[in-house]
Nanobody
Framework: QVQLVESGGGLVQAGGSLRLSCAAS????????MGWFRQAPGKVRGFVAA?????????DYADSVKGRFTISKDNAEHTVYLQMNSLKPEDTAVYFC??????????????????WGQGTQVTVSS
């Protein structure tokens, strides 16, 4: 069974840092791309960042996190990371990782993703 397992969420003060991890259970998931999305209470799930497994193209970031968050990958470990620095209270949300079978211009679209993790809570206090 395909699984994406996130870890690394928690409570942090504004200005602090967290690193999220997403481990894929099957090697076949290392094709295409991986993305991070987040969902705050009462809001839709929105795009945060994405990266191609094979390195085709630069990672993509939402404007709200550009310069503060960094997405990276470890192909050997089938794991994707999201390093979050200079965190703000508005970054508080449940963060989800997801797999997309293709890397392309629609990578910010949730409908491009076929597998999702269970989510990990990130809370930033002011």
């Amino acid at each position: 069974q395909v699984q994406l397992v996130e870890s690394g969420g928690g409570l942090v003060q504004a200005g602090g840092s967290l690193r999220l991890s997403c481990a894929a259970s099957l090697r076949t998931l290392t094709g295409g791309a991986m993305g991070w999305f987040r969902q705050a209470p009462g809001k839709v799930r929105g795009f945060v960042a994405a990266i191609s497994w094979r390195g085709g193209g630069d990672p993509d970031y939402a404007d709200s996190v550009k310069g503060r968050f960094t997405i990276s990958k470890d192909n050997a470990e089938h794991t994707v990371y999201l390093q979050m620095n200079s965190l703000k209270p508005e970054d508080t949300a449940v963060y989800f990782c997801a797999h997309a079978p293709y890397w392309g211009p629609r990578i910010r679209d949730r409908d491009e993703y076929d597998y999702w993790g269970q989510g990990t809570q990130v809370t930033v206090s002011s």
